[in-house]
């Protein structure tokens, strides 16, 4: 009954969209698998909610393509010789969606505002000194300049103020909350307004008109060219992937996110075009370093040499992805020839090792889960079969996500089969999985040098130097095998031909550029 009641809703959404569409044809219709959380940038949000309202705000910087950062709503950063004092100047002619213009004091308020524990800002922590790196002040000498201070020198504080978790640190007119001081709507700086939220069903953006592009004769990522030219953007409330797939095929939905098993027959569909929407988000395998087995290095090792990287990510992407065994993603500028060395498929060099450590047979276990957008399940079947050929008793237990989370959390498991989120700047993604497990029961890496380097490569804001770190670290994790990286997060998408120009980066979807056939 239950499914039954789905379908029919489903078919109601996609009736209704189509109407809609029949009478507003500049407007494009994106399926999302969930409704967004709010409409406050970095508050109350998850990945759905960042992808909407990021095309309605911005920050003073922003992340290119290749996860450095460039100025945004600011057109000039100048960082003084010690490192403590940024001096941002402002870009010109900028406008509110009320049309009022964008200065210093938008942005000291913006900043205030964010600072303020009752905003409950989900990055506080990483700007009040929690973190480590606290700023002291921040003033406006005059209208276009803004002049922030810290306390010690940071070579992530732009990365955390361009983070999309982080609402991009979105500078908002005033009158984005009430007189009270409780949200109300976001009035940002973006490509879109704010128009609609119907809860649990759409929101609506519309294109403003009076957007001010950054500079740029192309897109790059959150930067470069960005110009509003469809006048309308419905974000579609569609929970049931069966009914996005019904909604592509039939032209109810323009845009929308498909399971990997839906590829193929979408791919065939001449109205469609099937895209792998690759970021930084990492599947992995995840070692438990302090399991009786595991904590042999050989083992580990071993594992690894059984995986055919190639054949595994290949199947678990269908075709979508490439091998990447490193913790930088493929199109960073941290991305060296030294982070290409990986693995090597050796399944005799696996069974030598196997005995040299003096394993015999013992059961070892890959968690995994079977959410629909992760490769969680498929890439423990075949790390299962693939570990069994030579010689290893590879078992599963798929759990719920909750309880992987769980088990993840606490360090409860041999092997599981796990998905890192998004971290574009290098220190940031080895820090997801590196630090001192007696503290941190959830960290893989548990290696002192290792977090030396770590340390070392969140101070340092030399390119060159950081790089070095870098590739020290990779060639360290690729030798110690704490757990082997396999591939970065590659979404599946299909889209409607009548669009063009639409494009999704770091899991969201960005609507600037994107126009209908002959609009």
């Known amino acids: 009954m239950l499914s039954l009641r789905l379908n029919f809703l489903g078919a109601a959404v996609l009736t209704a969209c189509a109407a809609a569409q029949a009478q507003a044809p500049a407007q494009i219709v994106v399926a999302q698998p969930a409704d967004i959380r709010s409409t406050n940038p970095g508050v109350n949000r998850d990945n759905t909610t960042d992808g909407v309202v990021l095309n309605i705000v911005e920050g003073l910087v ?36 009320n049309g009022e213009p964008m200065t210093s004091a938008d942005v000291l308020w913006s900043w205030k505002r964010y600072m303020d524990p009752k905003t409950d800002w989900r990055c506080l922590s990483e700007f009040d000194g929690r973190s480590g790196v606290k700023v002291t002040s921040v003033t ?51 490509p879109f307004k704010f128009e609609e939220w119907k809860r649990g069903e759409y929101v609506t953006l519309s294109a403003f008109a009076d957007y001010q592009s950054p500079p740029g004769s192309k897109p790059d990522g959150y930067l470069g060219l960005k110009k509003p030219l469809v006048e309308q953007v419905k974000f579609l409330t569609v929970p049931d992937m069966s009914t996005s797939k019904a909604g592509l095929q039939s032209g109810a939905i323009d845009a929308g996110q498909i399971t990997s098993s839906d590829v193929q027959e979408l791919k065939a569909n001449k109205n469609l075009t099937v895209i792998g929407a690759v970021d930084a988000g990492k599947n992995t395998l995840l070692m ?30 269908e075709g979508l992805a490439k091998v990447n065994n490193s913790a930088i993603q493929g199109t960073s500028a941290f991305y060296s020839a030294a982070q290409k060395k990986g693995y090597r498929y050796d399944p005799a060099k696996a069974k030598q090792l196997l005995k040299e450590a003096g394993y015999k047979g013992q059961p070892i276990v890959i968690q995994a889960n079977k959410r629909a957008h992760v490769p969680s399940f498929s890439v423990a079947v075949m790390s299962q079969a693939m570990m069994q050929a030579v010689g290893i008793n590879a078992q599963i237990e798929v759990l719920e996500w909750a309880t992987q989370l769980d088990r993840y959390n606490s360090g409860n498991y ?29 960290k893989v890496w548990d290696d002192p040098a290792a977090q030396k380097l770590i340390d070392q490569s969140f101070a340092e804001a030399d390119p060159k130097k950081r790089q070095a ?51």
Request: charged share 20%.
């Open 62 to 97: 922003a992340h290119h393509e290749n996860g450095t950062i460039g100025p945004l709503l600011a057109r000039s950063i100048v960082t003084s010789p010690d490192g403590l004092t940024y001096i941002f100047k402002l870009r010109t002619n900028v406008k509110f969606h």
């Open 140 to 190: 406006a000498p005059d209208a276009q300049t803004v002049v922030m201070q810290l306390d010690k020198p940071s070579a992530v504080f732009l990365d955390n103020l361009a983070r999309t978790d982080c609402g991009m640190t979105a500078i908002l007119h005033k009158k984005s909350v009430k007189e009270d001081g409780s949200w109300d709507k976001p009035i940002g700086t973006g």
């Open 288 to 317: 438990q370093t302090n399991d009786p087995l595991l904590k042999d290095e050989r083992i580990r090792q071993a594992i690894a040499l059984s995986l055919d990287m190639n054949q595994l990510v290949a199947a678990s992407s």
């Open 414 to 442: 041999q092997l599981s089969s796990f998905t890192y989120s998004s971290r574009l700047d290098p220190a940031l993604s080895y820090e997801q999985f590196s630090g001192n497990k007696a503290k941190q029961p959830r």
């Open 469 to 519: 770190l870098f590739d020290q670290l990779h060639a360290m994790m690729i030798a110690k095998t704490p757990l082997v990286i396999l591939y970065n997060v590659t979404d599946s998408w299909a889209v409607r031909k009548r669009v063009s120009g639409f494009t999704v980066w770091e899991g969201k979807p960005l609507l600037w550029n994107t126009k209908l056939a002959g609009k």
